[in-house]
């Protein structure tokens, strides 16, 4: 289809008859509104050369008319036809054509046999001009005709029939590609609108070229806003930056319509010149909301980390020493083995390696590998095919190096691995490839291993129970963990939280304990460490009575379990005086924070750096009113 914008009733009856209105349908348009209204039909667009820049913010394909000398000349000999003297003529057109006109003129001053004087018709001014000037403007420039010339009046000048047929041509030239364009843009709006995301595009100009439903919606646009600047909706649009630097801004936070949104600006660039931008964002609620969904699924599938080095509790200086090493061995790829007695938190360890690392986003998986029984170990590790043993699952089943990939796996207890295991591991370690149990197909993997044992490996080795090779391998970075009885300065703390978590646990709460209780936990051995340290305390949160517990109470949980040596009861004998004392600052820093807040407990505890329960608890605790 052609369509004809803006043109003399004259010029639109010669294109009119020199198209086959069958092949090529011809529509006439008179304003940008009726254009819009059918910019889902295929056509291009036929106009005179001071409408075209209205055109250009629609994007379709334009084919502009204009005069040329031979124009010109042909009205001034059909002027002098008819009895008319001319000697030298003044020409306004537009700005471009104007620009064309002069060029021309240059090249051949002779073809139309008379000085010329061209002026732009958005400058023109004629006062003062005298005889025998003739004045001559296009037939399509309706603006100057309403300034009279001094002295006689407008000539139009009307587009000869080879002018117009050369336009014609060119039209129906672009009519294929017209509907591959239309097709391609139909396309692609469809991807956009389908997007999650909102998006926007800007030309080189800042006009609008592109936009969804959800960008309309996040920025309060109504109606059509293609053509228009960007700045008459966000007058001081980011997109503009981005347009002159050319570089992507990725992740800023804004406020736009009092929705907090995440965007992304990117450049569009062309042979090394910005041509456009394109933004896309998001509401963050939108991005909480599916970063919940996905945390809940990794959650029910075990594929999540929870605890972060920060969550470890404990500021005795092996503990900081351990995190230290534990921060700074995240940065790295390489496998980390974490040695430690049974129950002393390697798995916390391991999970807090994993969130401090590039990839805290990807998925942490976790076996025990003296849990399970060695013939279901490999298939867990490795996956299997369908058919690979009797009661493998239709279509076989992944692996956890499988699953784990572009994350961590955890491998506790790999002192029980079976030896035939360990060649199967140290293959995947060296090639990071996995083949399932009965199947033929090498399945490439990116995983980051990290292995823990209570063993002492190299005793393995020399006992025959542990591979050499596959030892050096797991041992490129070593994290040891220390005992609880190497930092018991951190056992208050560790019952201080384990009570917080229990109180939230049970309906039995804890509000009042004896100090002295702190220093009976600390005499002990504690062979089975934190995680025995845990099972004593949810004991002892079961069995107090009213919120208070007294040190007379909890004594008997202590019957037949290991003391410390003589050497550390004088150790501890001298701790006493320093307990009471650091006890004695922590009321008094209590005291002074409420007094500050005015008794606001939820200020004061803001303020102390805890939660209103824990305060509440130690103000019972130090008889706090």
């Given at each position: ?18 198209l086959?209105?069958?092949?090529h349908p011809?529509?006439y348009?008179y ?9 889902m039909?295929?056509f ?5 050369e ?5 055109m250009?913010?629609?994007s379709?394909?334009?084919v502009t008319l ?10 001034v000999?059909?002027?002098r036809e008819?009895?008319?003297t001319v000697e ?5 057109a537009?700005?471009?054509e ?7 003129f240059?090249?051949?001053p002779?073809?139309?046999?008379c000085?010329?004087?061209?002026h732009?018709?958005e400058?023109v001014?004629l006062?003062?001009a005298?005889?025998p000037?003739t004045y ?5 420039d ?7 010339p001094?002295?006689?009046?407008w ?5 000869s029939?080879?002018?117009?047929r ?8 672009l009519?294929p590609?017209?509907r591959d ?7 692609m ?10 998006v ?11 936009v969804?439903?959800q ?9 059509d806003v293609?053509g228009r600047p ?16 050319g ?5 800023d936070?804004?406020?736009?319509m009092?929705?907090?949104?995440v965007?992304?600006?990117?450049p ?10 394109v933004?896309n964002?998001?509401?963050i609620s ?6 919940m969904?996905?945390r809940?699924k990794?959650h029910?599938?075990?594929l999540?980390a929870?605890?972060?080095?920060e969550?470890?509790?404990g ?10 090493h ?12 974490i040695?430690?007695?049974s129950g002393t938190g390697?798995?916390?360890?391991a999970q ?12 942490f998986?976790?076996?025990?590998c003296?849990?399970?029984?060695k013939?279901l170990l490999?298939?867990e590790?490795?996956?299997y ?5 009797t ?7 992944p ?9 961590t796996?955890?491998?506790d207890?790999i002192g ?5 295991i360990?060649?199967?591991?140290l ?5 990071r490839?996995?083949?399932?149990v ?6 490439p993997?990116?995983?980051?291993i990290?292995?823990?044992t ?14 050499s ?5 797991i ?15 951190d056992?208050?703390a560790l ?13 039995q709460k804890?509000?009042?304990l004896?100090t ?5 936990f600390?005499q002990?051995?504690?062979p089975?460490n934190?995680?025995?340290?845990r ?13 208070m517990?007294h040190?007379?109470?909890v ?13 550390d ?10 307990f ?5 600052q ?15 407990r939820t200020?004061a505890?803001?303020?102390l750096?805890?939660d ?8 019972k ?5």
């Amino acid at each position: 289809m052609i369509a004809l914008y803006r043109l003399d009733k004259t010029v639109e009856s010669k294109i009119a008859a020199l198209l086959d209105t069958e092949e090529h349908p011809v529509v006439y348009f008179y304003s940008i509104r009726s254009i819009l209204d059918h910019m889902m039909t295929p056509f291009v667009v036929i106009t005179s050369e001071p409408y075209a820049e209205e055109m250009a913010s629609l994007s379709l394909p334009v084919v502009t008319l204009s005069i040329d000398l031979n124009d010109i000349k042909d009205k001034v000999d059909s002027l002098r036809e008819a009895g008319k003297t001319v000697e030298q003529i003044v020409v306004c057109a537009s700005e471009n054509e104007k620009s064309w006109l002069e060029k021309e003129f240059e090249l051949q001053p002779d073809t139309v046999g008379c000085p010329c004087l061209f002026h732009a018709t958005e400058n023109v001014n004629l006062r003062g001009a005298e005889e025998p000037f003739t004045y001559l403007a296009p037939v399509w420039d309706t603006s100057i005709r309403r300034s009279k010339p001094p002295h006689g009046e407008w000539h139009l000048v009307e587009p000869s029939l080879s002018t117009i047929r050369r336009a014609v041509q060119q039209a129906v030239s672009l009519v294929p590609f017209t509907r591959d364009r239309l097709r391609e843009k139909l396309l692609m709006g469809a991807v956009v609108d389908s997007l999650h995301d909102a998006v926007i595009a800007v030309d080189r100009q800042s006009r609008i070229t592109l936009v969804n439903e959800q960008a309309k919606m996040l920025l309060g646009l109504s109606g059509d806003v293609l053509g228009r600047p960007i700045t008459d909706y966000i007058p001081h649009s980011d997109m503009l930056r981005v347009l002159k630097t050319g570089r992507q801004e990725l992740g800023d936070v804004a406020t736009v319509m009092d929705r907090s949104i995440v965007i992304n600006r990117i450049p569009v660039i062309v042979k090394d010149q910005v041509v456009g931008a394109v933004s896309n964002f998001k509401e963050i609620s939108d991005i909480q909301k599916m970063e919940m969904s996905l945390r809940k699924k990794l959650h029910e599938s075990g594929l999540e980390a929870r605890y972060r080095l920060e969550n470890i509790i404990g500021t005795s200086a092996q503990i900081r020493e351990t995190k230290q090493h534990a921060a700074l061995f995240a940065k790295s790829n390489a496998t980390v083995l974490i040695t430690g007695e049974s129950g002393t938190g390697k798995e916390l360890f391991a999970q807090g390696i994993h969130l401090e690392s590039g990839r805290a986003l990807g998925p942490f998986l976790a076996v025990n590998c003296a849990a399970l029984p060695k013939s279901l170990l490999e298939s867990e590790l490795f996956g299997y095919e369908e058919g690979a043993f009797t009661g493998a699952k239709k279509g076989g089943k992944p692996g956890l190096f499988e699953l784990a990939h572009g994350g961590t796996l955890f491998l506790d207890e790999i002192g029980e691995m079976p030896l035939r295991i360990q060649v199967h591991l140290l293959r995947v370690l060296q090639e990071r490839r996995v083949r399932r149990v009965g199947g033929e197909r090498v399945i490439p993997v990116d995983v980051r291993i990290i292995v823990a044992t209570n063993r002492n490996l190299e005793r393995e080795i020399e006992k025959g129970q542990f591979r050499s090779d596959l030892y050096y391998r797991i041992n490129m970075l070593k994290l040891e963990v220390p005992s609880l009885r190497e930092r018991l300065d951190d056992i208050p703390a560790l019952i201080d939280s384990m009570i917080q978590e229990m109180n939230e646990q049970h309906e039995q709460k804890i509000v009042t304990l004896d100090t002295e209780i702190y220093l009976l936990f600390q005499q002990h051995h504690w062979p089975g460490n934190v995680r025995e340290l845990r099972n004593v305390v949810e004991r002892m949160v079961l069995l107090s009575r009213d919120g208070m517990v007294h040190v007379e109470d909890v004594a008997w949980l202590f019957q037949g379990k290991k003391r410390i040596s003589r050497t550390d009861d004088e150790y501890y004998g001298s701790l006493i005086p320093r307990f009471t004392e650091e006890m004695n600052q922590e009321a008094s820093k209590i005291r002074d924070a409420l007094e500050k807040a005015k008794h606001n407990r939820t200020v004061a505890a803001k303020a102390l750096g805890m939660d209103r329960t824990t305060l509440w608890r130690k103000m019972k605790q130090y008889q706090i009113e």
